[in-house]
């Protein structure tokens, strides 16, 4: 294992990274925390990126509105400086690329053949397949037979945002390209789908970490979306959550209950049925962290095939695990009414002393039913 106490540990990373032993630990803690590694991972990471060789890395575009790499270049815990010069080896990047035209296509073509079956393919934006996929080209060549291309030998590919993911945008209705997400273009099982409009930069980061530090790509679920991002509803963990339970929904926005931040499930927020890490992580870095439901927009469920931009957002969540109760009142006043808060919650308390009663009334019949005292 590496020993992060010895000079050099400091040097290579003061040298290579500009950050100092404390930061470089804090942030190889963070990765290992976000992929919910176990104790001591953060070792093995320090010493992967502080040691290995920067893997090389192809990003391919599609029909997307760069988004995705948008938000890349706002990520903060690294920089994007530090990320693609000295944690990876970005080879091929149109859209950050200081070189264009045929010095770019040679650039990706060295890089493919240098780093033959150790390369990781990253694909932004959806793949279009109808009339031999002419509706988008880089360098005379169709996205598809540019992916299949770049496809051949990487050793492991990454789809990152909804568009490349299963198509996103691009592909709903009437889909006049025939937009498809990178897998199945391809045909394949083994790609690693980060979706997202934009997914958060962290799980990318964190995904390239785990492939530098272990040598494979992190458990993913059937979607192909890593469990460490993807595992959990948006629900469960959102700062609205209490307010759910307690029955208190925003009817429209600007209303008291939106003003006061009350849940959104009544405003079409698809969280109770989206998997993602959205209010753990956050978006924005510092001085700045916030997330679409955090700001008072019901989450539109991106990271969801069938859900982002195809479920309408009024059309209400199917919730996975639990349905607030009908007998639920509404929590804001409305116009005209003199209703308040105290006397909404006097209601809430008599409704919920009458369910009671009656369950405990049913209870009582049954067991006179039965005979019993």
Known sequence: MYDDSTPTFETDVENRFGLSRRDFLTFCTAIAATMGLPKGAEA?????????????????????????????????????????????????????????????????????????????????????????????KVGGQTSLELTKECAANAAAIVAIGSCASWGGMPSTPPNPTGSVGVAEALGRKDIVTIPGCPPNPYNLLATVVHFLTFGKLPAIDDKGRPLFAYGRLIHENCERRAHFDAGRFAMQFGDTGHRQGYCLYKLGCKGPETHANCPIVLFGDVGMQSWPVGTGHPCIGCTEQGIGFAKPIHALADLQNQRPPVSYPRAVEEQGSTATLASVAVVAGLVGAAVGAGTVLTKNLAKHEDGQE
């Open 44 to 136: 093995q990471i320090a010493e992967a990126v502080a040691k290995k060789e920067r893997p090389s890395v192809i990003w391919l575009h599609h029909q997307e509105c760069t988004g995705c790499t948008e938000s890349l270049l706002r990520a903060e815990h690294p920089t994007l400086e530090k990320l693609i010069l000295d944690i990876i080896s970005l080879d091929y990047h149109e859209t950050l690329f200081a070189a264009a035209g045929h010095q770019i296509e040679a650039a990706r073509k060295s890089a493919m053949e240098k780093n033959k079956g150790k390369f990781l393919l990253v694909v932004e934006g959806a793949i279009p397949t109808k009339d031999g996929g002419i509706y988008c």
